[in-house]
Each structure stands twice: as C-alpha cells, then as structure tokens.
C-alpha cells in the first residue's frame, strides 16, 4: 500500500530549540558583559550581527516547520538542515565571538586541544569522516528511528563542522588560521568529498533509506524524487555555500592586496565606480575572515598563532 499523501505538517511549538536560542544568546551576552567590560573591551557592531545571525539560523534549522519536516517526511528537507548547521552556522557563531573572549573563556587545555585538532589534516579529516558517516544510508536510517542517535549525530556534525571551519574563521590564538589563498583552496577541499554520497543519492534508481520510503508523502513528492532532490542540495546546494565564502575570500585578499600595492580603487572593485568586496569574511579582529597581518606573515600558508 502507497505511503498517504500529507499537507504541511501542523504548528509545533519546539521548547527545547526556544531554550537553546535563548541560551546561546544570554551565554552570549553575559560573557562580553562579564568578561569584557571590567576590561574596556566590547564586541564589534558587525561581530555582534553576525553571532545573532547565526544563532537565528540555528534557531530556524531545529524548529518547526524544518524540523518537523527533515525528522518525519522529506530526506531532503533533512539535508537542508544538515547544510544550514555544517556550513551556515558555524562561521557566523565563530566569526561574531571576539578574539578576546576566545582567549579568556577557553580553558588552556581545551584551546591547545583545539589547536591540535583544527590543524588543517587533522580538522580535514575529522570533517569529512563525519560527513561520509552521517549521510551512510544505515546510519540515516538509525538516525531517523531514534531521537538520541539522532541528537548525537547532530551534535557530533556540529562540533566536527566547527573544528574545520577554525582554520578559516578561528582567532588566531586559539586555531591554525590559514592565509587567504590557504583558505580557499582548504574550502576547495571540502567541497569534494560531499558529491561522492551526494552522486548515490542523486542517481540511484531505488530508495537508500527505508525510513523515508516508508514516510508519508509530503505534497505527493514521491520517494525518488525527495531522494534525488537531497544529493542536489548536498552537492549543488552545499558546494555553492562553500565557493561563496572561497569567492568572498579572494575579493577581499584581492583588494587589500591591491590597496597595499598602491593599485587605484577603480582597478581594484573597490572604488570608483568599482563593487564593493564582499563583507564576508571581515578584516576586523575576531570576525569572519582573516585579521591583517604583517606582509612577512602572508608569505606562509599556515599561520602559526
């Protein structure tokens, strides 16, 4: 008998996803008040949009309607989430946390083990096994049948997402931040592996994951069709993600570059009748990208903190 045909599932209010935004953001907040201001020291204006940013989206990823629909209908709806925590999440929480407060609220043995684990290899490694292990049909399907794997999974995702995404957006005490032609060929790296289950999912002629097969019908998208639909989201939608923060990158390195080379604005996109580089990722200290450094230092690929 064919899976029922379904509407939108109904308003559910998600208490815990509430108590986590409202957690992240009082840790937030109590930790630039606590910490920072016996100091004089605050949060930039844009490193405090970007964290709220961030912890918005996280809110919308783990809520209804997503929620409701990635947990109990569409694989693909479930890979949106997973692209929105992996990729969209985590650079907006790193890059809005002040380099300062990274270096006074991490505990020495924790941000020597964060440096040991974001060496870029290392950081590489970690993320893509999480990666290749979450989206393994078997394990999707576990994932799906049971709300603690399924809390795990998602935590582990994150934590591995953090740990690679440190050497682009980390503070540089703390992580092995990459110079900006690093950057962008670590995030070229990241974007393989992912087409790899994404391809199976994209081109396989029969379901992968007996969970959504046998998931009512959402819209009437059909088992296939959702199937195919997450491995485009995974490798269309992902690497896209990824080659904007690359694009982004290389901009802003282009422009400085230009600015520091005595380049005229209108050569360089910035001025003049130019477009702007993108915002992302930001020359200001503890934001999204990388914090001038002295022209000796650029010369390496990996900084060494």
Do not use: C
């Not at 396989?204 to 969970?211: E, G, K, T």
């Not at 580089?277 to 020359?283: L, M």
């Amino acid at each position: 008998m064919d899976a029922p045909v379904v509407g939108l599932p109904p308003f559910h209010f998600h208490p815990e996803s509430l108590a986590f935004l409202a957690g992240l953001i009082l840790t937030y907040l109590f930790a630039l008040f606590y910490v920072g201001n016996p100091r004089g020291l605050r949060a930039g204006k844009r490193q405090m949009a970007l964290f709220f940013s961030g912890a918005a989206i996280a809110y919308i990823s783990v809520s209804w309607p997503l929620h409701d629909i990635s947990d109990d209908y569409l694989y693909s709806a479930h890979m949106i989430q997973h692209i929105l925590l992996m990729l969209v999440v985590p650079p907006l929480l790193i890059g809005g946390v002040p380099d300062w407060l990274f270096e006074r609220i991490l505990p020495a043995p924790v941000a020597t083990l964060l440096r040991k684990l974001s060496h870029p290899v290392t950081a590489t490694l970690i993320f893509n096994g999480a990666v290749a292990v979450s989206h393994w049909p078997v394990w999707i399907d576990l994932m799906s049948r049971s709300n603690f794997v399924h809390q795990i999974s998602h935590l582990t995702l994150i934590l591995a997402s953090v740990i690679m995404w440190m050497p682009v957006v980390g503070p540089a005490t703390v992580s092995r931040r990459l110079s900006p032609p690093g950057q962008m060929l670590y995030l070229f790296v990241q974007s393989i592996l992912p087409t790899v289950p994404a391809s199976f999912f994209t081109f396989a002629d029969r379901p992968l994951v007996s969970f959504y097969s046998d998931a009512p019908r959402l819209w009437g998208i059909g088992v296939l069709a959702d199937q195919q639909l997450a491995g485009f989201v995974m490798k269309v939608v992902g690497g896209l993600v990824i080659w904007s923060y690359i694009a982004a990158i290389f901009f802003r390195w282009y422009a400085r570059e230009g600015h520091e080379a005595g380049i005229p604005p209108r050569f360089r996109g910035n001025g003049g009748g130019g477009v702007e580089p993108p915002d992302f990722p930001s020359d200001d200290p503890g934001l999204v990208g990388e914090t001038l450094e002295s022209e000796e230092s650029e010369k390496v690929l990996v900084g060494t903190g």
